[in-house]
């Protein structure tokens, strides 16, 4: 769980998307827990309140960025029920007490640093591709920061990973421990298995009417008419403005200038050295080399390391530049004098290098500027629907008049559809309904922008709640889900009886003659990599046996389920020169390091007082207390 919410907070300022950049930051609430006040508090940390309107932005916006990454809609209910949005709260909280280290250090950034880090954000850069002065100013009122807001945050967030990358590097971990962490993970499995399929059940009779009711009543969600919801949608897009738009010839030339290494791309190496005190050395290492012996083991022999240099071009080896260029794949040089040593290199890979000209760059050059002008336009077009709105006009009257177009859905669901089953007459956009169901009734959202590039104003007009089907209505669908809840059932009990039948007879030829099918060889299996028949679960259940021992589960992809037998169990020989375990090593110090930091994280809230108001979290996610 570390590892997935630290992917949500990394090196914020340095994404070049303005929705992924201000969202993120938005998304934590970093510069603005000054605000709001007691009475409506999520969570505190000492004296830094987290408000309940503040944590429902918050949650919104990692869910919109986390959408787009996933592609999918990931609902605030979602996030609820899988434990995702407490996990954004324990996050915020473990930030906010780094934050408070890196104030008691005295730790900061100058203000030519962080100036440096926000020029060099694209999304603050304007048509010509350049830092934009107005742009920026525009994005942060989108997002209701102020500029020195805007740049706390940035100033913040770059002490704070300067604290993290003091704390996390270069932790070693013992050799031992670390070879039988490896030969854990690296473990495979052999097993034999034999099939429990829906036909080892046979027909299952249907229910009665009472039996039937008390299936429905206790699946209240699965079996009532879904939400419904009537709203106002608000839309512009970058198709609406492209066309009215133009782009000189002179722009195209500067934005190719601009962005030249992107199009202009030297050959790029993958390069592996070797350094030897004399070239007496080097050169015995080298006639090792071409008689057989691996690269990585010659560095081993000499009491030495490999250093490995990926995505290099002829510029950045310097010296060895040209006899790295001269190498082909896997070729080992002769030893080179560098400085005080003598050096091998060996090439792993080659990246051919391109050269995109101006006249082949063009249509992607103005597709670009029309998007950035476009996104520029779309801007104006939504704060005049704000100056119109805030003037007194109604939703629709407002976003006409602003330019956008106006659609009225008298009822919708989470899907799409409208009562009769059919799509809804609308935009399709996932993230569009998305939003529709995590807005209040009454006034307008806030502008937004999705993936699609699309941007929006809704207002939510009347909810039209989910109601029970009857039992005539839901008879179809609730027996066929009754049905197969039963069939389930009588298979996992024939496969949980089967499995303890092969554990004492320490063989599956009783359980294969029983149902009739025959025992099959399974691939073999490992800790780290995913099953394709197998899923997670038992794949914990398999990797927990004795030898010899037995099990059952699920089926991936399927209704069946297997009875497994373990038949062989391997651990690879491990050498302190193979690449697989020294990556291992370095993975394992590097993982030591983020537990360092996450208990500096915990340490610091233990001096701190931590309180969490679980109604207002509840309500911040647009649900009741307990909900």
Do not use: C
């Not at 592609?71 to 434990?83: D, H, S, V």
């Not at 089967?498 to 099959?520: D, F, I, M, N, T």
């Amino acid at each position: 769980m570390l590892q997935q919410m630290r992917s949500f907070t990394k090196s914020w300022a340095a994404n070049v998307l303005l929705l992924l950049i201000v969202l993120s930051f938005a998304a934590w609430g970093i510069g603005d827990m000054i605000r709001g006040n007691t009475d409506t508090n999520v969570a505190s940390i000492g004296s830094t309140e987290i408000s309940q309107a503040e944590f429902s932005r918050d949650v919104r916006n990692i869910l919109t960025n986390e959408s787009q990454r996933e592609n999918r809609t990931i609902t605030t209910e979602e996030a609820r029920k899988t434990g995702m949005a407490k996990a954004i709260l324990d996050q915020e909280i473990d930030r906010l007490a780094l934050d408070d280290l890196v104030h008691d250090l005295g730790l900061t950034v100058g203000d030519d640093v962080v100036s440096d880090r926000i020029r060099r954000i694209e999304s603050f850069n304007g048509p010509l591709g350049t830092f934009d002065k107005s742009v920026f100013d525009r994005a942060l009122r989108q997002r209701g920061y102020s500029e020195p807001e805007f740049i706390a945050l940035v100033r913040g967030d770059m002490a704070r990973s300067e604290l993290e990358s003091a704390v996390q590097g270069g932790f070693v971990i013992p050799p031992g421990y670390a070879r039988a962490l490896f030969a854990f993970s690296t473990e495979t499995r052999a097993v034999e298995f034999v099939t429990v399929s829906p036909q080892a059940i046979g027909p299952i009779a249907p229910p009665d009417d009472a039996t039937l009711a008390a299936f429905i009543k206790t699946r209240p969600e699965q079996f009532s008419t879904p939400e419904y919801r009537s709203v106002t949608v608000a839309t512009i897009g970058p198709e609406d403005i492209a066309p009215a738009l133009t782009v000189s010839d002179a722009e195209l030339r500067k934005a190719y200038e601009d962005d030249k290494a992107t199009y202009v791309v030297p050959e790029k190496r993958d390069v592996q050295q070797i350094a030897f005190p004399s070239e007496a050395a080097a050169k015995a290492a080298k006639a090792k080399i071409d008689a057989g012996l691996a690269f990585e083991a010659a560095a081993f022999q000499a009491k030495t390391t490999v250093d490995d240099r990926a995505d290099q071009s002829q510029e950045d080896l310097g010296p060895l530049g040209n006899t790295a260029f001269a190498l082909p794949v896997n070729g080992v040089s002769e030893p080179i004098k560098n400085f005080a040593s003598w050096v091998l290199l060996k090439v792993t890979k080659i990246t051919p290098g391109k050269s995109v000209s101006f006249e082949q760059a063009k249509p992607e050059l103005e597709k670009n500027l029309r998007d950035k002008l476009a996104k520029s336009k779309i801007d104006d077009v939504t704060n005049a629907f704000r100056e119109a709105y805030e003037s007194g006009a109604e939703v629709a009257v407002a976003a006409k008049k602003a330019g956008m177009k106006v659609t009225r859905v008298v009822a919708v669901d989470t899907q799409g559809l409208a009562p009769d089953g059919k799509p809804a007459a609308m935009p399709t956009d996932p993230e569009l309904l998305a939003h529709i169901f995590s807005t209040e009734v009454g006034e307008p959202s806030d502008p937004f922008t999705t993936t699609k590039g699309d941007t929006y104003v809704i207002a939510v007009e009347g909810i039209t709640p989910p109601k029970p089907k009857s039992l005539e209505a839901a008879r179809a669908q609730a027996t066929r889900a009754w049905t197969d809840r039963q069939r389930a059932k009588m298979m996992q009990q024939k496969a949980a009886a089967l499995a303890q039948q092969a554990q004492r007879e320490g063989s599956l030829a009783g359980a294969a003659r029983a149902l009739g099918a025959p025992v099959q060889s399974g691939p073999a299996l490992s800790r780290t990599q995913p099953s394709q028949m197998f899923p997670p679960a038992l794949m914990q259940k398999i990797f927990d046996l004795s030898p010899n021992g037995s099990t059952y589960g699920k089926v991936l992809r399927s209704d069946s389920f297997v009875v497994v037998r373990l038949t062989g169990i391997q651990h690879p020989a491990i050498s302190p020169a193979d690449a697989r375990f020294r990556r291992f090593m370095a993975a394992m110090g590097n993982q030591t390091g983020q537990d360092l930091s996450q208990s500096l994280a915990a340490l610091q809230k233990s001096k701190a007082k931590v309180t969490i108001n679980q109604k207002n979290f509840e309500q911040a996610l647009g649900g009741g207390e307990g909900s």
